[in-house]
């Protein structure tokens, strides 16, 4: 499922991580791609150990941690501190598959990619070209966000950014390991979760809200890994 979720940020967060990411030193974006893919990539990074990327990656954390529509489409179990990068005079990211497990720099965790997420700083009239083109078994789809608004994918997903022809773009990417790792067990459950609130708005009285909340707790109960 590819989830487009509004507003994770205010304009005034954005507008503030932006001043602090203008000002920041940035590096060749190889440094964390792995070995096929870095032949693919082609931008700049805030370096992961860096102040501002901490301090913005717990400025998203915690934004997300209040998001319900999020904590549903994802069911997080473990977050990887977020990234950022900038394309700018061309540059661009081939077609890939993100790696399957990373290591949260500095630490002994790893994280299985479940889901990729690219939160977007920069607006779609700041930059031609950019757009994250995702592929699936329906097509390939493209998208290219507001500020603040932030793209949920398969991390099983090829994709690639087209080339940034005009101004820049800049983003936060990272990865979520889902207490349900299988896409489609995940999406069933959103799914749920998206009638179950229905029922109980329009039939809050209703016995089958009841019942259908407990199916979606005994199929939780039989899918995560906590
Ligand atoms: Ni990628």
Redesign the pocket.
Known sequence: MLLQIPDVLSPEQVASARQQLDATDWVNGKVTAGHQ?SRAKDNMQVPEDHPVARQLGDVILHALQRNALFIAAALPLRVFPPLFNRYTGGQS?GN?V?NAVRQVTGTPHRIRTDL?ATLFFTGPGEYDGGELMVEDTYGVHSVKLPAGHLVLYPSTSL?HVRPVTRGARVCS?FWIQSMVRDDGERTLLFDLDAAIQDVSRDAPEHPAAVQLTGVYHNLLRRWADV
């Open positions: 893919s990211f890939h993100d990729s994709h990417f």
